[in-house]
């Protein structure tokens, strides 16, 4: 009877086919953890702008129509947040745009909402 089993070639074979297998599940990890950090990004510029937006109607104010720049702390993370006051045609209201950016790409907006305020 002969002996029966892999041969080498056979052997290096698998594990290169293991090893590419590995490596793939790696990548897609690594894709997965990068898109649960995006979401995370937009949830807290999504809290962060309606925070805004809602304390500025809660303390009834009337700021002037123009663009204000601040950056703002929400869980740890820091981000850019744009305010643009306008008027209206209706002189009792003025609108505010809230816009969430990362200060990394001010240019890329991560939450945007709008609202209006009345004169007090």
């Known amino acids: 009877m002969g002996a029966r089993g892999f041969t080498l070639v ?3 074979i698998a594990l290169a086919i293991v090893g590419v297998a590995l490596v793939a599940t790696l990548r897609a990890g690594q894709v997965g953890t990068d ?3 995006g979401y995370r990004d ?3 510029a999504s809290w962060l702008a309606e925070n805004t937006l809602s304390e ?3 303390r009834r104010e009337w700021p002037n129509p123009g663009e204000t720049r601040a950056e703002a702390e929400m869980a ?3 981000f850019l947040v744009r305010q643009d006051v306008q008027a209206t045609p209706n002189p009792r209201f003025r609108r505010l745009d809230v816009r969430v950016a990362s200060p990394d790409q ?3 907006v991560l939450h945007h909402v ?3 305020l ?3």
Do not use: I, M, W, Y
């Open 10 to 12: 056979e052997v290096l």
């Open 35 to 37: 898109g649960v950090q």
């Open 42 to 44: 937009h949830l807290l």
């Open 56 to 58: 500025r109607v809660a």
């Open 76 to 78: 740890g993370r820091t």
């Open 106 to 108: 001010p240019e890329r």
């Open 114 to 116: 709008a609202g209006f």
């Open 118 to 120: 009345t004169a007090p």
